[in-house]
């Protein structure tokens, strides 16, 4: 079984830049970082894969979100430089214990309970 535990969401200014954390417990293949915003549909922006360390980050935060891991914490990051109101949004960890993985949610089985994340203008 595995379990999620975000933490590090907050409230910063445009050009801020926050690091948010997820404790995991239980083996997983890869690890993701989703967002979503009101009224929007849940979009995965980083994915890792623990193991070897690849990482993936979607075209539209590549230069501004970074994703790493800590394994002697068995935590996962995602920090976040030069934030955007649009990047207002509820954070979710989410991981899968197999197969591909991808920036579509419904591949994840486990899911963290969510940590917001608001960029003010």
């Known amino acids: 079984q595995v379990q999620l535990v975000e933490s590090g969401g907050g409230s910063v200014q445009a050009g801020g830049a926050l690091r948010l954390s997820c404790a995991a417990s239980?083996?997983?293949?890869?690890v993701a970082w989703f967002r979503q915003a009101p009224g929007k549909e849940r979009e995965g922006v980083a994915i890792i894969w623990p193991r070897g360390g690849a990482t993936a980050t979607r075209d539209s935060v590549k230069g501004r979100f970074t994703i790493s891991q800590d394994n002697a914490k068995n935590t996962l990051y995602l920090q976040m430089n030069s934030l955007k109101p649009d990047d207002t949004a509820m954070y979710y960890c989410?991981?899968?214990?197999?197969?591909?993985?991808?920036?579509?949610?419904?591949?994840?089985?486990?899911w963290g309970q969510g940590t917001q994340v608001t960029v003010s203008s």
């Open positions: 989410a991981a899968r214990g197999t197969g591909p993985c991808n920036w579509s949610a419904g591949m994840y089985g486990y």
């Open positions: 239980g083996y997983t293949h890869c």
